[in-house]
């Protein structure tokens, strides 16, 4: 049986799980299959696709519960194309995947790769008959397959864990940290931390702000890399702005604005500050250790697995500024360091070349490019 991978993005988002589902589709393109990507007319995720030379189906917005009609349209396109396995991301997508599913039951295999944790238990007969139609649960970390078990009425024996991948090549130049805080128009000298993420309560930039209060050691610096969210106002940066202000700041706070090319942004600085009160699952955190950059990073959520409980960073206590202050102080007083050599050996694991072949080996691709 000649096998066709297709992948379905219902949104018109361009976040962090669409992206993820994009660069899949491409990796496993690249690697000789035959891909597809479901998704909406003039998307991002369309776009990408189309600039990138993977075929597209259109498919229409569709309801996030019981929409028997687009389901079965999708059981149809996916006969149609002749898709043998179907990857979701969004849970806004798994109803009318379950729907298509039900229509061909063997013909397809279907798999949901989990990007959010679960925020309550999902044992209720509905979320049961849905999750049925599931071949595949698939997780990015340990923690998420537990929660997976603990949670879920989804059979143990299929679910596996398979991490979100990253093309480590994009953050292998031979690029130091002074050329790259010229790029980012930097001081050359002294410490450095550094946030990265849209400027959002989500992503702790206040937090870290208040915690430079705190601290008894004023000889560091930070620097912020984002941009407000689009069309949510700017309260959250005016409030930025305020607390530079009143702190005296100015000389030791630096904003700059976000970059595609982040490779600079994670070599100019000392300590990646992972602020989020629970990541899933942050890439973030892997483009730094590539970088070799060590984590400053909150204890929950996958932050923990990722750095293999402090062996790659230091853990602080979750949107507590008293906390990551003691720890700000501490790396400063006790000079902690982690070797960039340890950190990108650490992250081979995320290597999008390995967990693409773990996915051939899940889903019985190998040898059917």
Same mark, same amino acid.
């Given at each position: 049986m000649k096998? @066709?991978?297709g992948y379905i993005c219902g949104t018109q988002s361009w976040g962090g799980l669409e992206m993820n589902q994009f660069r899949n589709a491409l990796w496993m393109?690249?690697?000789?299959?035959?891909?597809?990507?479901?998704?909406?007319?003039?998307?991002? *995720?369309? +776009?990408?696709? /189309?600039? +990138?030379?993977?075929?597209?189906?259109?498919i229409q917005k569709h309801k996030k519960y019981f929409d028997f009609k687009n389901g079965k349209i999708l059981a149809k396109l996916i006969t149609k194309n002749k898709v043998t396995h179907l990857i979701v991301r969004a849970?806004? $997508?798994?109803? /009318?995947?379950?729907?298509?599913?039900?229509? !061909?039951?063997?013909?397809l295999h279907l798999s949901y790769f989990m990007e959010m944790q679960l925020g309550v238990k999902k044992t209720n007969f509905l979320h049961t008959l849905r999750y049925r139609n599931f071949d595949l649960w698939s997780c990015p970390l340990p923690w998420l397959a537990e929660q997976t078990r603990t949670m879920t009425r989804f059979p143990h024996d299929r679910i596996v864990v398979i991490p979100?991948? !990253?093309?480590?090549?994009?953050?292998?130049?031979?690029?130091?940290?002074?050329?790259?805080?010229?790029?980012?128009?930097?001081?050359e000298q002294g410490l450095?931390?550094?946030?990265?993420?849209?400027? $959002?309560?989500? @992503?702790?930039q206040v937090l870290l702000l208040e915690a430079m209060h705190l601290c008894k050691s @004023? $000889?560091?610096?930070? *620097? /912020?890399?984002?941009?407000?969210t689009k069309n949510e106002g700017t309260a959250y940066y005016d409030e930025m702005l305020k607390l530079i202000e009143e702190g005296q700041l100015e000389d030791r706070v630096f904003v700059r604005p976000f970059r595609k090319d982040t490779e600079p942004f994670y070599k100019a600085i000392d300590w990646f500050v992972m602020a989020s009160r629970a990541e899933t699952f942050?890439?973030?955190?892997?483009?730094?250790?590539?970088?070799?950059?060590?984590?400053?990073?909150? +204890?929950?959520?996958?932050?923990?697995?990722?750095? $293999?409980?402090? @062996?790659?960073?230091?853990?602080f206590e979750p949107m507590n500024a008293t906390d990551l202050a003691l720890k700000i102080d501490q790396i400063i007083e006790e000079k902690i360091s982690i070797d960039p050599l340890l950190l990108k050996e650490g992250?081979?694991?995320?290597?999008? +070349?390995? *967990?693409?072949?773990q996915l051939e080996r899940t889903l019985g691709l190998m040898g059917h490019n």
């Open positions: 096998i @066709k991978l393109k690249e690697r000789g299959h035959s891909v597809v990507m479901f998704c909406q007319k003039n998307s991002p *995720v369309e +776009n990408a696709c /189309l600039e +990138n030379g993977i075929d597209v189906i259109t849970t806004y $997508d798994m109803s /009318l995947t379950a729907i298509a599913k039900r229509k !061909l039951g063997e013909k979100s991948g !990253l093309d480590l090549s994009q953050f292998s130049s031979p690029m130091d940290r002074t050329e790259a805080r010229k790029i980012m128009e930097l001081p450095m931390f550094g946030l990265i993420g849209r400027f $959002d309560p989500h @992503k702790g @004023k $000889d560091f610096s930070v *620097v /912020l890399l984002g941009e407000p942050g890439m973030v955190t892997i483009e730094a250790m590539a970088c070799g950059t060590p984590t400053l990073g909150s +204890n929950a959520g996958g932050t923990p697995e990722i750095l $293999d409980q402090g @062996k790659y960073g230091v853990l992250v081979k694991l995320y290597d999008h +070349n390995a *967990v693409s072949e």
